[in-house]
């Protein structure tokens, strides 16, 4: 069950990363509108989530003294790099924690600002959480890129050529 875990998160991590790659360098700072957020503070949050939740995974509350979630959502200038380690952070610290889990760990307790939740229940709502924010890291995507859009899942018109390799259901 780890291991499938793993995999759904590496899929996000992927499709994030090629939904990023599209969006050119002076909008990746830009918000939709005025209390939307930016590629930049959603990709901040997501790692300082990603490094609150899952740095001592099993013997620490998830959400750490340390984080600040407010400021991963205010308005600072990030360049394309930062943004990368902003998102390799996140994802490190998640991977890491995932290496260290067995099977037989899902039913461990952990808390979550003072709630109990078990390891699989957790793990849940937190690939939950990053799904949605790469959906979102999607739409910016689409809002923002240039030139022509490098389809991240099964491009309008291909379903039936798709079906007869369907390469996305394969584990990374």
């Not at 750490?64 to 205010?74: C, H, N, Q, V």
């Not at 994802?91 to 003072?114: H, M, N, V, Y």
């Amino acid at each position: 069950m780890i291991a499938n875990f793993a995999a759904e998160y590496e899929r996000y991590k992927i499709v994030g990363e090629r939904a990023l790659a599209q969006i050119p360098d002076e909008a990746l700072n830009q918000m939709p509108y005025t209390e939307g957020n930016s590629a930049a503070m959603i990709v901040r949050h997501v790692s300082g989530n990603f490094r609150s939740r899952f740095t001592d995974f099993l013997t620490t509350d998830g959400e750490k003294p340390w984080r600040d979630r407010e400021s991963e959502f205010s308005n600072v200038k990030y360049t394309r790099q930062q943004v990368k380690e902003h998102w390799a952070q996140g994802w490190e610290a998640l991977f890491e924690a995932l290496k260290a889990l067995r099977d037989e760990d899902q039913s461990t307790p952990i808390t979550i600002r003072g709630v109990g939740l078990s390891v699989h229940e957790a793990l849940c709502r937190s690939l939950a959480h990053v799904a949605m924010h790469v959906g979102q890291l999607i739409v910016l995507a689409r809002i923002y890129h240039q030139g022509e859009w490098q389809s991240l899942s099964i491009p309008k018109g291909k379903s039936a050529s798709y079906n007869l390799n369907p390469t996305l259901e394969k584990r990374p």
